[in-house]
């Protein structure tokens, strides 16, 4: 695997290292309502997905350690690669679970309070959450209503 190695004392330390050497292991897997298997990850595709995440952040999103960044997603494999992403990328990660997207007015104030109050830079999240924000952007500019995404 040609992905760096983080130092010795990081958290993700361990992963990677199993990652060498056993990359096809299987690390999580999410079940679903039925209790049936969803979706897995091997240690070689977690590293991967993470350390492409993390460069994201630094290189398309301007993020730099000690930044902020909501993660705004239900239980899901695509929370934990953004949290391990934002840790390997030295940003501090402020989850947050989505707003409710049938009612999402107290949520959408919760947000932004958590938004406002974190300093957040950047937001990350879900295509699903992506899409309701922007569905949810057009809304209000057409409601006048003040409860928004940040």
Excluded at 76 to 85: K, N
Aim: charged share 20%.
């Amino acid at each position: 695997m040609s992905t760096m190695m983080p130092p010795e004392n990081h958290i993700l330390r361990g992963l990677f290292e199993v990652a060498q050497r056993d990359p096809h292991r299987v690390l999580f897997t999410f079940v679903d309502e039925t209790g049936k298997d969803a979706e897995t990850r091997t240690a070689q595709e977690l590293v991967q997905h993470i350390t492409r995440l993390a460069a994201y952040l630094h290189e398309g999103c301007g993020l730099q350690p000690g930044d902020t960044a909501l993660l705004i997603y239900p239980p899901s494999m695509e929370f934990i690669e953004a949290y391990g992403a934002c840790l390997l990328a030295g940003i501090v990660a402020a989850p947050v679970y989505p707003p409710n997207l049938a009612r999402p007015h107290n949520d959408l104030v919760r947000l932004n309070a958590v938004a406002t109050s974190s300093g957040a830079k950047a937001m990350l999240t879900n295509r699903t959450y992506r899409w309701a924000s922007r569905v949810s952007s057009a809304k209000e500019m057409l409601s006048g209503d003040s409860a928004r995404w940040p």
